[in-house]
T-cell receptor
């Protein structure tokens, strides 16, 4: 199987504090990990793409100094929301890419998401 | 445990209709999503069902039966660009998203 976990599953914090969200691929090494934000209209917005050991690539409009991504190993990526504000309240989802066979193609597996509420 | 089942792969002909089924067993239910994902791209939202019935959006429709733990995505007038993976996801009582493995849809001329 290919399981991706996130921790915590939900978090409530005060405005101005920082929150760290972990994304782990439990039974495979992920070539790439992705971070998404799910908006109230249910669409998924890609925030950034990260490869182990290198800097994350952020999508246009995503503040890299606010959403810090660390991809320390092939099984762990973290997203830190710095100085969180109520408008950052959202559902954050990660996915991890697994190389399939020798074809060179990747398959993406999604985590269950982290619900962030900033008061 | 929680589980989402959908076929691994389906093949259909351009111009035809295809139905992709999704069955789920989750602890609670707070909505079901369908996403389309082309290789190498981020998934795009297709539909959201929280009440029983059919939701129609152009060529795409999604159906939900909560009592049966069942949904389907119906694609009409298939086009080559519809070749993609289709992901079914259910939000459980803890607001966690449970993801299906995705159905790879191959469209042939």
């Amino acid at each position: 199987g290919a399981v991706v976990s996130q921790h915590p599953s939900w978090v409530i914090c005060k405005s101005g504090t920082s929150v760290k969200i972990e994304c782990r691929s439990l039974d495979f090494q992920a070539t790439t990990m992705f971070w998404y934000r799910q908006f109230p209209k249910q669409s998924l917005m890609l925030m950034a793409t990260s490869n182990e050991g290198s800097k994350a690539t952020y999508e246009q409009g995503v503040e890299k100094d606010k959403f810090l991504i660390n991809h320390a190993s092939l099984t762990l990526s973290t997203l830190t929301v710095t100085s969180a504000h109520p408008e950052d309240s959202s559902f954050y989802i990660c996915s991890a890419s697994k190389r399939i066979g020798t074809s060179g193609s990747d398959e993406q597996f999604f985590g269950p998401g982290t619900r962030l509420t900033v008061l | 445990g929680q589980n989402i089942d959908q076929p691994t792969e389906m093949t259909a002909t351009e111009g035809a209709i295809v139905q992709i089924n999704c069955t789920y067993q989750t602890s609670g239910f707070n909505g079901l999503f369908w996403y389309q994902q082309h290789a190498g791209e981020a998934p795009t939202f297709l539909s959201y069902n929280v009440l029983d019935g059919l939701e129609e959006k152009g060529r795409f429709s999604s159906f939900l039966s909560r009592s049966k733990g069942y949904s389907y995505l119906l694609l009409k007038e298939l086009q080559m660009k519809d070749s993609a993976s289709y992901l079914c996801a259910v939000r459980d009582s803890n607001y966690q998203l449970i993801w299906g493995a995705g159905t790879k849809l191959i469209i042939k001329p």
